[in-house]
């Protein structure tokens, strides 16, 4: 359908010098999930990730490794790529800022801002952080070792004087305190938002967009000369004097390369400006602030919303990474938890709004607590009674002219649920499902099918009426849950509904299915007969040993 609501969300893009760890791919899970939600919605969804290719350090590394920069990224980006895979994350496009497309996109950047007057050549001296980019005074911090930068102590910082084009940031000022004033749901959680509009408040420096030299001349070519003309030769070569464009310029730029800009402005109409950006605490500034001024400077439209997310933090509250050797291996956590219960336990015990710190073990638990006992115990059951007791043949939820326990309480859980999703609290969404899990095993406690079973057995009629709709409203909260889950655990979500005796409808990326928020109503499926298949143990219970080793 081409009226479909469409929602078109990206994640920030990784540097590409290294593995991932766990605490890299958190919020492309996360975002993975707020995709798939609305792609079984029905909304017409895209959803980018991908790599930063363009860093100095990646192009001193190749150096120090005596291959070209294009070659280390090419591998780099495919271990990013396979563990995303690992993780079944679902983008519509894995965007490299090195393919062609992108090139083009931030060069046309670049020539909008100088036609706008907001680019003028300067010079820069001061601090420059390989990973951050260039930093003014007040973000770097004297330390015994040295000066470092915050947000990557270990990076070694380079003291630059250099010949620079530089952005009007400046310019904007006013503009940007007004959209923040505007649009108050613009960056998300409210209290980012403050901290961010504090920084505009607090002045706003105009910054570098380009760097006079790098090792081997890795970049974009930046497309304008001194002299203001283009930096193209006749030769079809960019002129070496121009420099590169500065990376974070470039980086950014991708969420619009990926929206079709600016070859392709039909689709690029259809979907910019992005519903949402999700990004990590510390790119905050660029993406709430850098990025929309960009943006206006070449007549587009800022973003509609940015969720910024916190960090994976070690013992005693350290950031993750690899350098301290402190990180979690995507591979040996998919390798314990399974690809969905990797997705799981990283959700629900990482808020999605702040810092968390975890370990192995807190992982473990998790795991243990909510899918092997909880949440797998509470299918296998249901499926094994129901089965026992009713011949295999499944039961509909009990009719007896009002809401059940259960669908009272799924009729208050539901709406919490989307409620919490769809503001991107990803933890707490589940915290609500979760609730629910829990009630349904009281009920099982409570109801004692296993006693009615014997009753009904015996002749009692009342006992098998009452043992039919308990099954009932059991197989019926199992397949809510089962689907309810599915943005989250979508490997899990057809074993559950195929152990229930139900067609799972939805694609692989949660696609091409009915509309889940009609799928999600009590009894949506209570007049389709069904047979129930054999019991299948969804999560096995995880021993903390085991796990690690």
Not at 12 to 29: F, S
Not at 112 to 129: S, V
Not at 359 to 379: C, E
Not at 439 to 456: G, I, S, T
Request: charged fraction near 25%; glycine fraction near 10%; charge should be negative.
């Amino acid at each position: 359908m081409t009226d479909r609501p469409r929602f078109y969300l990206t994640t920030a893009i990784a540097y590409a010098n290294n593995k991932p760890g766990l605490h890299t791919l958190y919020e492309v899970i996360g975002a993975d999930v707020i995709a798939r939600w609305h792609r079984m919605k029905g909304d017409d969804t895209r959803f980018l990730t991908g790599t930063d290719e363009h860093s100095i350090n990646i192009a001193q590394s190749a150096l120090d490794e005596g291959r070209t920069a294009k070659a280390f990224v090419d591998e780099k980006g495919g271990y990013f790529k396979r563990a995303e895979d690992a993780l079944a994350i679902s983008p519509d496009r894995f965007i490299r800022t090195t393919d062609p497309d992108h090139v083009a996109s931030a060069q046309e950047m670049v020539r909008r801002a100088y036609a706008n007057g907001d680019i003028y050549l300067g010079a820069y001296e001061g601090w420059y952080c390989p990973n951050e980019g260039f930093l003014n005074a007040t973000d770097v911090h004297e330390t015994a070792r040295g000066t470092i930068c915050p947000n990557h102590p270990e990076v070694p910082l380079q003291w630059l004087k250099e010949k620079n084009w530089f952005f009007r940031l400046s310019a904007y000022q006013e503009r940007l305190e007004r959209h923040f004033a505007e649009r108050p749901d613009f960056v998300q959680p409210g209290y980012r938002r403050n901290e961010m509009l504090g920084f505009v408040r607090g002045g706003l420096q105009d910054f570098s967009i380009s760097r006079e030299k790098t090792p081997g001349g890795w970049g974009i070519p930046f497309p304008i000369a001194e002299n203001g003309e283009s930096a193209l030769r006749e030769d079809g070569s960019w002129d070496p004097e121009s420099g590169v464009i500065y990376v974070w310029f470039d980086a950014l730029i991708n969420y619009i390369t990926g929206a079709g800009f600016p070859a392709d402005p039909d689709a690029f109409a259809k979907w910019w400006p992005a519903d949402l950006h999700v990004i990590g605490k510390d790119i905050a500034r660029f993406h709430t602030i850098f990025w929309p001024a960009m943006l206006w400077s070449a007549g587009l439209e800022a973003p509609r919303k940015v969720w910024i997310h916190g960090w994976l933090l070690a013992a005693g509250g350290e950031r993750m990474s690899k350098s301290r050797g402190n990180f979690l291996d995507p591979d040996d956590f998919v390798a314990a938890f399974g690809s969905d219960g990797a997705r799981y336990v990283t959700l629900r015990e990482v808020p999605f709004d702040r810092d968390a710190e975890v370990s192995w073990d807190s992982f473990v638990r998790r795991y243990n607590a909510d899918l092997a006992n909880d949440f797998g115990n509470l299918v296998n059951r249901t499926v094994s009674m129901a089965g026992r007791y009713l011949g295999g043949e499944r039961p509909a939820p009990a009719t007896d002219g009002g809401p059940s326990v259960l669908g009272a309480a799924w009729g208050a859980t539901l709406p919490t649920f989307i409620e919490r999703l769809e503001a991107c609290e990803l933890h707490d969404a589940l915290a609500a499902l979760w609730e629910f899990v829990g009630a349904a095993n009281r009920f099982v406690d409570a109801e004692q099918p296993w006693v009615l079973a014997k009753a009904a057995k015996a002749g009692d009629l009342e006992a098998a009426v009452r043992l039919r709709g308990t099954l009932g409203d059991l197989v019926e909260a199992c397949r809510l849950l089962g689907l309810a889950v599915a943005p989250v655990m979508p490997h899990t979500a057809p074993r559950v509904l195929a152990q229930l005796g139900f067609a799972y409808a939805y694609g692989a990326d949660g696609t091409a299915g009915p509309v889940i928020l009609d799928a999600l109503r009590w009894g949506a499926r209570a007049d389709e007969p069904g047979t129930l298949a054999a019991p299948e143990p969804l999560f096995p219970r995880l021993e903390v040993e085991s796990a690690v080793g």
